[in-house]
Every structure is written in C-alpha cells, then in structure tokens.
C-alpha cells in the first residue's frame, strides 16, 4: 500500500467514530420526530404542559391552593416558559423534549470520549439510538428527557481529574436544578458532592453551594407549602401547613399482585438492558487494583456504580415497593440510565477477563434469570404467537399422528388460561433463546477465545453486543409507533374547533380524557384545576377544605362544578356515564370535534354549552 493510500485510510479511521456519532444522532433525532408526532398524550404530559402555561401567565402559582404540585415547581415552569416563548400546545412541548433528549445523547456522548475512548463514545450513542422505546418516552412532554439532559452534562462537568473550578460550578448549579425539577433526584447531589470531595478535594465546596443554593432559591418563593415534596424522606417533620389530613378514599388505589411486580421489574431491564446488565456485569467483571489506567479511574467506577444502583434502589421501593405506580419502574430508571451506560464505558476496558469461577458460574446464572425474566416481560408481544406453534399429538408418553398447538397441551392438561398460558411459555421461550445462546458462546470461546478471556467473560460480552444491535427486537411493542396519524396536528386541530364555539372567559368542565393537551389552546377560559390530574387526584368522602388546599377534589366540589360550569368538554368514550345528566331542557351539544386526540377508539371530543 502507498504512502497516499495509507495516510487516507488512517485519515478515514480518525473521522469514522465521528461519522458514527453523527448517523447516530440522526437516526435518534428521525425517530424521536416520528414518536413526538405519533404517540398519544399521557396524564402526566397534559399536567406539566398545562399547569406550566398556567404558571407562567401567572394566572396560578406553584403550590397555590386550588391547584396541585405534586412535582417540584420546574417540572411545570421550565415548559410552562418556553410556551409563553413559542406558543403553548403539544408542539411546543414535544419539540422541546425532543431537543432535551439530543442533548442528553449528546452529553453521554462527550462524557464518554472523557472516560473512555472514541468508538465506546460512539456507541453510546447508539446504545440510544437503537433505543426506540427510550426515544419515544424521551420525546413525550413529561420530564424524563429533561433529566436525562441535566443528568448528562452534570457528569460531563465533574467526571474527571483536573475539573476547572468553573465546571464543578456548573455541575452543582445542573444537580441542584434536576432536583428542582423531580425531587425524587435529591441523593444525587449529595453522592455528586462526595465524589467531588474525593477526587476535587476543596474545590468540590463550590459544587455543593451552587447546588445548595440553587435549591434554597427556588424553595423560598414557596415556602412552606413547596415542603409537601419532602414528606417522602425518612425522620422529616413537615409543618403543619404542608401536610395534608383532609382524609377521603383514593379513587386509585390499586391492589397490584407480586407476579405484576416481578413483570415490571423484567420489562425495566428488557428496555433498559444496556444500562442494567452492563452494570451487573462490570460489577462482576470488577478491574483487579493493577489494572485501572489510573487512580481517577477507579473513583469514577466506584461513584457511578453507587450512583446507578443507589437510584435503582430508592425507585423500585417507590414502584415495585408500593401499589400506586408499579409499571412507573421502566420510567423512572429513564432519569439516570446514563450513569449506567457510563459505567460500562469506564470499565469495559479494564474488566477481570478471568474472574474467579465463582464469579463466571454466577456471571452464567444471572443471565439465565435474565434471559427467563425478559421471556416473561415480553409475553404480550410473543406469547400467543408461541401458543399457535405446532406441537406433537401425545398420549401415555406415546406419540399420536397429527399436530395441535401448544394452546391446546396447555389448556387441555393444566388448564390455563389463556393470559398464564402466554406468561409461562414465553418465560420458557426465554429460559430456551438464553441456554442456546450461551451453549453457541460456550462453543465459539472454546475454539477461539479460550486463551484469551474467561467463558463468562466471553458472554457476557457476545451478549451485551447482541443486546445493543438487537435493541429494537427486545423493545418489541413499545417501540413501536402507537398512530399512524399525526397526534399534534390532531389536538391543534381539536384546539381551533374548540376556540372557535367556546367564548372567552366561559367556566369550562373537562372531562375529556386522561391527558388535558386540548385545553392548551384554550386560554382565556376558567377551568377547574384539580380536573387536570383527572380521578387520580379525587378523594371519595374527604374534607373539602382540606382537599381544595392540595389540589384534590370529592364529589361536594364535583356537583358544585356541574351545577355552575358553563362548557362541558367529555370524551366520547367516556359520554355514557353522562347521559342522563345532560337533558336536552338544559344542554345543547354542538357538533363532535372533527378529530379524535389521537387514534385510539373513541377520542373524539363532546361538547356541551348549558342553555
């Protein structure tokens, strides 16, 4: 080969991490268009983009009576502000959690280029990028991206030997916003300040004043209402003023089982599988003290993995450990799933490529567990295809002539039904695809890699490659796109229509759904704020006035809200537990809105105007 021809090609292989960063960043950035526009509002969106507009024209303030935040007040206000910048409405929200969620990607990025070198940086990216379920949730108008985002750059600012005093400033000042944003990120603060100390000495006191005054700042405003956040945490007295002892029964208080439990743990690791099993297997493949590049190393591997793990922990005692939001697991973990993909950064390079045998035999075993357990998490997308799977006639051990499917064995044998039925076999299926995969691994590392690493070793990394490039398989259904319509122009449409029969300054009733997105374009009007947080903020039987306070309603302040509303906006879903109320004496409808919300059955808007 020339000379020419060789400084070309080691020009190439400079540029190629680069180029990968940058399709990568493109394929994310395609898709996460693609789910902003397709996928039905939640709850928890219409909550922060409504009450942020409410919060930002000042027409309501955070922790006011009559309104509830039940989340730190930039969770609202960040969202709230940026739609007073560039017009309030689905769009506006997306878009900016579609920009949170590049940053984020982008901020993973520049962390890994730091800590480990150009091509792990680059695959970080694609960690995301094959991520579509990620994408989607970080695309939504809720606060996962947002997080994600801080999260990301508060790393790229202190990991590190030899941070400038300003970036330590700077990582105080994102860690005390993130905890401003969801209070449930407040042990990161005070993990960040400890790492700080370690590795930084004095200079980690400016990282925990910025981040401390940050949060006395923002808390001042409201005080004391603003410390109802706080009465989560263990051995906090709260004033009386925060603490609400109006009583009544919850309309949702669910009564989850444990087997429901144990799926919401499988689906986390199913859609967070990069992030989880890296970390249990860098935890497992631990360097040996000689073998960290340098001392700094070994710091950052130690804060990241208390980092990661101590977060796991506090959220899945407060989603698997309660009954009120069990399936929020896989959620929850989308705040900090960075610090994960970081840590398999950081030590891929240096892991014990021969762990004791102990530590490869249980290395073999978790992934069996693993393997079983996203089996079972994913039976809803697998499990009635394997039941039609042809299966073998069979009597007395004997086998008969014809086939049946495997439906048929087990209704006719064990007599499941047929939700059991598609949970076992595809838990089997799953226990299957993780024997085979590691008895296939078990046959190349003895022919090839047997000198060179460990066999737990070995699968441990076939199986993180296969799980990278395969995401968009284990992701299944929820990656998939939920509409084929476009879900944004849908509500602005919805929003037009609704202007244009809803006079200004009219009390509106809403029942028009989970997600309140349509009455983002109507801003002149009078709602009913515990309305936005729709049952999940009703409490049958408790004090009114108590309630009011929180931002919870009961069925007093209901009848008081039917008796005087002036609009009635009810889904059509939803229409026949109203049919009685609205006699024609007293109400007439207009015409339907000429679209749903979004696809699903069902979700076009009624609207009612007492004569």
Request: hydrophobic share 50%.
């Amino acid at each position: 080969m020339s000379r020419i021809a060789l400084s070309q090609k080691q020009k190439w292989l400079a540029y190629a991490p680069n180029l990968a960063v940058l399709l990568g960043i493109m394929v994310y950035l395609v898709q996460a268009v693609l789910f902003a526009h397709t996928t039905p509002s939640s709850l928890d969106e219409g909550a922060y983009l409504l009450k942020g507009i409410l919060f930002a024209t000042g027409k309501y303030q955070p922790f006011e009576a009559g309104i509830s935040t039940n989340k730190a007040p930039l969770a609202f206000l960040i969202p709230g502000y940026v739609q007073l910048l560039f017009g309030a409405g689905l769009r506006t929200g997306r878009y900016l959690a579609v920009f949170f969620g590049v940053m984020a990607v982008a901020g993973t990025w520049v962390a890994s280029r730091r800590i480990g070198n150009k091509w792990l940086a680059a695959g970080t990216v694609w960690v995301f990028a094959l991520s579509p379920a990620l994408i989607k949730l970080y695309s939504l108008g809720v606060t996962q991206s947002t997080i994600a985002c801080l999260f990301a750059w508060m790393l790229v600012f202190s990991l590190g030997e030899n941070r400038p005093l300003w970036q330590l400033m700077l990582a105080g000042l994102l860690a005390g916003l993130m905890i401003m944003v969801r209070q449930n990120m407040v042990p990161v603060l005070p993990l960040l300040a400890l790492y700080a100390f370690w590795e930084h000495g004095w200079k980690a006191f400016a990282l925990l004043i910025f981040g401390m005054a940050v949060m006395v700042l923002l808390h001042i405003p409201y005080l004391p209402s603003i410390l109802q956040l706080w009465g989560w945490v263990p051995y906090i007295q709260l004033p009386a003023q925060a603490t609400y002892s109006g009583g009544g029964i919850p309309s949702w208080n669910p009564d989850i089982s444990l087997i429901s439990r144990v799926l919401s743990i499988f689906q986390a690791i199913r859609l967070h599988f990069v992030a989880v099993v890296g970390s249990i297997v860098s935890f497992l493949l631990w360097p040996k003290l000689n073998s960290w590049r340098k001392r700094s190393d070994f710091r950052m591997g130690a804060f990241l993995l208390a980092l990661f793990w101590g977060l796991i922990i506090m959220h899945s005692l407060a989603a698997i450990g309660q009954d009120y939001c069990v399936f929020c697991f896989t959620s929850y973990i989308a705040f900090f799933n960075i610090a994960g993909i970081l840590l398999l950064v950081l030590l891929a390079k240096s892991w014990n490529w021969r762990p004791s045998k102990i530590r490869q035999a249980l290395l073999i075993v978790v992934f069996l567990i693993i393997f079983t357990g996203v089996g079972f998490s994913a039976f809803e997308d697998i499990g009635i295809r394997l039941l039609n799977l042809p299966a073998p006639r069979m009597r007395d051990l004997r086998i008969l002539p014809g086939l049946v499917t495997w439906w048929d064995i087990l209704s006719n044998k064990f007599h499941l039904n047929i939700n059991e039925a598609k949970k076992y076999v595809s838990a089997f299926w799953g226990f299957a695809t993780g024997s085979f995969i590691i008895s296939a691994g078990f046959l190349i590392w003895r022919r090839m890699w047997r000198d060179k690493a460990g066999l737990g070793a070995f699968i441990a990394t076939l199986i993180l490659v296969m799980a990278l490039f395969l995401s968009p398989v284990l992701h299944g259904s929820s990656g998939k796109l939920d509409c084929n319509s476009d879900v944004i122009l849908a509500n602005e449409k919805i929003g037009e229509y609704l202007r244009g029969i809803i006079p200004r300054d009219s009390l509106v009733y809403w029942n028009g759904g989970l997600s309140a997105v349509p009455l983002l374009y109507l801003p002149d009007v009078d709602i009913f704020p515990p309305q936005i947080n729709s049952g999940y903020s009703f409490r049958s039987n408790g004090n009114t006035a108590e309630l009011i306070e929180f931002g919870f309603w009961n069925e007093e302040m209901d009848a008081e809200w039917r008796a005087t509303a002036d609009f009635f906006i009810i889904e059509s879903e939803r229409y026949n537990e109203w049919k009685k109320f609205f006699n024609p004496d007293q109400f007439v409808e207009f015409v339907r809105s000429p679209i749903g919300t979004s696809c699903l059955k069902e979700s076009q808007l009624r609207i009612f105007h007492r004569k």
